[in-house]
């Protein structure tokens, strides 16, 4: 088949499997596709996204599937835009996200010679399918990346193709979670049981915990982080009177955000059941550990086991908030600012280092039927493309409003995702870039201790001193740089369009703040 037949027929695959967006960067190989999808997007039947760097545009359609559900084509020409597609690929892989990675490619009998841009495309991103045909994709769900290699020959384009004759956009419902097909694993109330809802555990954690009367551990982007959620949990783990007697864990999602959860799950005297698979499991799993799709309770536990954890949780939350109130100026008095500036319905992209884990202890729990959309990359929890993922997430989503929390370090590496061009989509959105100059998480690590001080600031904190006002400016993004007194009137205020509020903090405090949350979780615990 021609290059120009080949890009038709994937054209009609895609609008007919439901497809509403698609990305694009742009190349000569790839020209019959880029001229489908511009066709496609004029004809209104789907939408078209144009990027020049392959990388953002790769997390960019991983942002777009993950809040549309549905999947999502990112097109790229041959070589190294290939492998620009990386990084989204294994997110997308790991956290279950349908991005279609649609790469061009030179005609196979010229692999192994000096041909330009030619390389061994095929295989390029372990793990993901690959689709042979491009008939098959018309089979790929919404829920796993998938990877597509066109083998083009020349003429790349021939004149005259009418690419939207006879295409319509079926209405295809985006993915939905798959019903077991048998029935739930029932448990008995009994053992002292927690239940844990990781990345992306929907509501089930919480419907679960509230039937059975168990204390429920939520992570921010778990999608249960409501109703009866205790938010002080990940500090509650490191009481050993209380975290040490318990018997039973039940896990959803992906967790994966902090240590006290790993060392839970990876205990030797406690049973897990996690709904999921290893592929969600953080740990290995060990003899205690059983696999199910679905779970139920046979019952209502001792109202007693919740009710120790609920007065713990009070008790270590009035802690945090004197915390807070005492230290105005730090990343977690930030992140109780953008949570609480989030309003029902409202969409919240976070990323994956310090400020996801800041947000996990403050975060207050949202009222059922009220809930936010919080997002983070954890399936490789890397900070790499944030900025596009947000602007995904936000263009893909009908949110009252969207937010996304981020570090320094987050968004200068990620900031090209900034660079839209003047014709293309853009959401509403309002980055908080979190400014203390440098990887503020190394602190709280090992690496951060006083025995490592020499190396620490180049090797670990990296500070860069970059003007992130001058480089909003080169994208020609509205930016304020704010107290963190003033964020609060700041996120009152949206300009519309991306914007950028930067709030600047000290950062040689912060393993001394760390410490003092453990102290303030000891001390309330520690009442009579």
Known sequence: MSA????????????EHGVTDAVLSPGSRSAPVALALRAADAAGLLRLHVRVDEREAGFLALGLSRTS?????????????????HPAMLEALHAGVGVLAVTADRPARLRG??????????????????????????????????????ELDEPLVEPGTDWTAGLVALPVAGHTRRIPD????????????????????GARARVLARDAGWPLLAEPTSGSRTGGALPTYR??????????????????????????????????????????????YPVPAGPR?????????DGVADPAWLQEWTDADTRVQRGVDALLAAHPDSGLAVARVVAEALPPGGLLVVGASQPIRDLDVVARPWAVGERRYVVANRGLAGIDGTVSTAVGAALARDSSRALALMGDLTFLHGSNGLLVGPDEPRPDLTVVVVNDDGGAIFSTLEQG??????????????????????????YRVPHRR??????????????????????????????????ALRSATAEALAED
Do not use: K
Not at 5 to 14: K, N, S
Not at 119 to 134: D, E, K, L, S
Not at 453 to 466: K, M, N, S
């Open 289 to 297: 550990v059983t696999f199910t799709d679905e779970v139920a309770a």
């Open 182 to 201: 048998g029935p739930p694993l029932v448990l008995d109330p009994g053992p002292r049981t927690v239940v844990l809802a990781g990345d992306e555990s």
């Open 69 to 85: 559900h549905r999947l999502v084509p990112v097109v790229t020409t041959s070589g190294t835009a290939v492998a620009n597609l």
């Open 4 to 15: 120009t037949g080949t890009a038709h027929r994937l054209l009609r695959i895609l609008v």
């Open 482 to 515: 704010v107290e963190p007194a003033g964020l609060s009137d700041a996120l009152a205020s949206p300009v519309g369009g991306i914007e950028v509020v930067e709030v600047v903090l000290r950062r040689d405090d912060r393993r001394a703040l760390d410490a």
């Open 449 to 474: 201790g006083p025995e490592h001080a020499d190396a620490f600031e180049r090797v670990f904190a990296t500070p860069t001193g970059a003007d992130l006002g001058a480089l909003c400016a080169g």
């Open 113 to 150: 010679t000096g041909a330009n841009q030619t390389t061994v495309q095929p295989g390029i991103f372990p793990g993901v399918r690959a689709v042979q045909a491009v008939g098959d994709v018309a089979t790929l769900p919404a829920d796993a990346p998938a990877h597509l290699n066109l």
């Open 235 to 280: 500090l509650l783990l490191g009481h050993e009177p209380l975290a040490g007697r318990v018997e039973r864990v039940v896990s959803f999602g992906h967790p994966t955000l902090s240590r006290p959860v790993t060392r839970l799950l990876a205990r030797a005297d406690v049973d897990v059941v996690h709904v999921g698979t290893q592929a969600t």
